[in-house]
């Protein structure tokens, strides 16, 4: 069975500092993959999304980044966090060979609560 | 661009009382739905969706929804809501050729002995 890993659960962090958030997928192949963040009373919002090894498409502009250096991991970075980069980020998945099929549903990690002081 | 608006932040009901909570879209293409839940502190799970057919989808937990074209609208409904279904409710539509995922800003269903 396919399991989703978003680690750590918790982070606190100063302003200025660097970001490194990791999501693992297994049992499966190809996936596409989401990091989405949902700030108080602001719903989720689509950060990244990634189709393939290397492919990062972006939604919205801003201090974040994202990498997928394989083809189950996907890594959301900040090189210099800023306070409004704190919220609730979660990572997630869907199958599909090239596009999020509507077949199928997308599967969420169990999120990593950024606060930064 | 679609979008999807959720029309109650928060939505208090006492134990076994009905519930609507309600969801809306705009979209100029054929959309796909979907109601996920967020329990506190934890991921989301997907609690039913829409693709075709029938206009009345149900779902995990006894809830269920109704797809309104003409409305625009996915309303989600449960008929008897118990403590343990106090968590936070997405609307979500899907979006584009890629097919991501768009959130409403989600409704806090709080229930209440």
């Known amino acids: 069975s396919q399991t989703i890993h978003q680690w750590p659960a918790t982070l606190v962090q100063p302003v200025g500092s660097p970001l490194s958030l990791e999501c693992t997928v297994e049992?499966?192949?190809?996936?596409?993959l989401y990091w989405y963040r949902q700030a108080a009373g602001r719903g989720l919002q689509l950060l990244f999304y990634?189709?393939?090894?290397?492919?990062i498409s972006s939604e919205v502009p801003q201090n974040l980044s994202a990498s997928r250096p394989q083809d189950r991991q996907f890594i959301l970075s900040s090189k210099k966090l800023l306070l409004s980069d704190s919220g609730f980020y979660l990572c997630?998945?869907?199958?599909?060979?090239?596009?999020?099929?509507?077949?199928?549903?997308?599967?969420f990690g169990q999120g990593t609560r950024l606060t930064v002081v | 661009a679609q979008s999807v608006t959720q029309l109650d932040s928060q939505v208090p009901v006492f134990e076994e009382a009905p519930v609507e909570l309600r969801c809306n879209y705009s979209?100029?293409?054929?959309?796909?739905l979907f109601w996920y839940v967020q329990y506190p502190n934890q991921g989301l799970q997907l609690l039913l969706k829409?693709?075709?057919?029938?206009?009345l989808v149900k779902g995990i937990n006894g809830f269920e929804a109704e797809f309104n074209k003409s409305q625009t609208s996915f309303h989600l409904r449960k008929p008897s809501v118990h403590i343990s279904d106090t968590a936070e409710y997405f609307c979500?539509?899907?979006?584009?050729?890629?097919?991501?995922?768009?959130f409403g800003k989600g409704t806090k269903l709080s229930v209440k002995p």
């Open positions: 997630a998945w869907s199958g599909g060979p090239r596009t999020f099929s509507a077949n199928t549903e997308a599967f």
């Open positions: 049992g499966t192949s190809n996936p596409n």
């Open positions: 990634s189709v393939g090894i290397g492919q």
């Open positions: 979209s100029s293409v054929s959309v796909y």
């Open positions: 829409y693709l075709s057919g029938s206009t």
């Open positions: 979500a539509v899907v979006r584009g050729s890629q097919g991501n995922l768009i």
